[in-house]
């Protein structure tokens, strides 16, 4: 519990610096079909490279969870129009009974539709030996989602 409460007050922390975009959004888990609710955000750090911090609350068959993720993103293309970027990062999972700590890749797109508003969709892998629903080694996700300005 400790963990959550320190990651999120991270998390919240780490979006209030003036530059960042904060976020929400849906997911989709391509092998167990779980669905989440996310809170993201994406901060900054040079004109090409940002990190991506976010909560994710998963509801799926078997047990709801919360995924805290910390993504580093290098992007490419214009940030006031379309930009692509890969990613990679850690993952710490809970469903309060058992903690798991994952890693993933994948990339994302985002287009800015004003000076405020950017539609965000992410598809990524998640690398594990845990078992996440039924899936061992590792599961699939999208995520659709819409950012805006601090």
Do not use: C, W
């Not at 996310?38 to 976010?54: C, K, M, Q, R, Y």
């Amino acid at each position: 519990m400790k963990k959550i409460i320190f990651l999120s007050l991270l998390f919240f922390g780490i979006t209030m610096n003036g530059y960042s975009q904060v976020g929400i959004g849906a997911g989709l888990g391509i092998y167990d079909g779980f669905t989440s609710a996310l809170v993201n955000a994406e901060i900054p750090l040079s004109d090409s490279f940002s990190i991506s911090p976010s909560v994710e609350h998963s509801l799926a068959k078997y047990s709801d969870a919360f995924l805290f993720n910390l993504d580093a993103q290098y992007n490419f293309g214009d940030k006031d129009a379309l930009n692509f970027y890969p990613l990679a990062g850690v993952v710490v999972v809970t469903d309060f009974k058992r903690d798991a700590t994952l890693f993933d890749v994948g990339g994302g797109l985002n287009y800015a539709i004003s000076d405020n508003i950017k539609l965000l969709g992410e598809a990524k892998y998640l690398i594990t030996e845990e078992k996440i629903g039924h899936s061992r080694g590792g599961t699939y996700t999208i995520q659709f989602g819409v950012l805006f300005n601090l």
